[in-house]
């Protein structure tokens, strides 16, 4: 079974571009999140999907930030325009629906940059 | 406050040691409780799950105290494939989000 994947792995951007992050969950996982760590800080959450859905956003650090998963399979996270203080690894999550959400398995992650 | 606190380390240790992590947590209606390693450059990954009454995966054994909002790691006869962050992980009364530690680095040396 394949596991969550992230793309791209890496994104070195200049401050007031525009970046879109995607995560592909795992098959089936109806429950979507994404995460981020910024350098020398613990892994934050960001937001939640249940299927299309947003359950919990109240990570979302501003309205520069749009998370959006269409169909209810994968997700992008668009970050417009970026600043440096976005810079850190990104990480998205998935689990099944009906565990519960008990295990979130994570994808590898994204790593921005923003010069 | 931090909503999850844990030493950062580093814990540098022998083969065959035996060391503890310690977490603890602010939110008393916290639900759920977990240990995830990290290994440099890569993602988390659920190590244990933890429960009031203790419990045991080989050489880890995990321990929560509600009561003191206290959480711990045992790790016996460290491995060199030990080596990782601990990440204390918290799942509160919100469905699904968790809530991470800052990480403890442990370092096991031959």
């Known amino acids: 079974e394949a596991g969550v994947t992230q793309f791209p792995s890496h994104s070195v951007i200049e401050k007031g571009q525009t970046v879109t992050l995607r995560c592909d969950p795992i098959s089936g996982h109806d429950n979507l999140y994404w995460y981020r760590r910024v350098m020398g800080k613990e892994i934050k959450f960001l937001l939640h999907?249940?299927?299309?859905?947003?359950?919990?956003e109240s990570g979302m650090p501003n309205n520069r930030f749009l998370a959006e998963r269409t169909g209810g399979t994968y997700s992008t996270l668009k970050v417009q325009p970026a600043e440096l203080e976005d810079s850190g690894v990104y990480f998205c999550?998935?689990?099944?629906?009906?565990?519960?959400?008990?295990?979130?398995?994570f994808g590898p992650g994204t790593r921005l940059t923003v010069t | 406050r931090k909503e999850v606190e844990q030493d950062p380390g580093p814990f540098n240790v022998p083969e065959g040691a035996t060391v503890a992590f310690n977490c603890t947590y602010s939110?008393?209606?916290?639900?759920?409780f977990f240990w995830y390693r990290q290994d440099c450059r890569k993602e988390p990954k659920l190590l244990m799950s933890v429960y009031s009454s203790g419990n045991e995966d080989g050489r880890f054994t995990a321990q929560l105290n509600r009561a003191s909002q206290y959480i711990s790691l045992l790790i016996r006869d460290s491995k060199l494939s030990d080596s990782a962050t601990y990440l204390c992980v918290v799942r509160g009364t919100s469905y699904g989000k968790l809530t991470f530690g800052q990480g403890t680095i442990l370092t096991v040396h031959p």
């Open positions: 999907f249940v299927k299309e859905s947003k359950q919990d």
């Open positions: 999550a998935s689990s099944h629906l009906t565990s519960g959400g008990y295990e979130q398995y």
């Open positions: 939110n008393s209606a916290s639900q759920s």
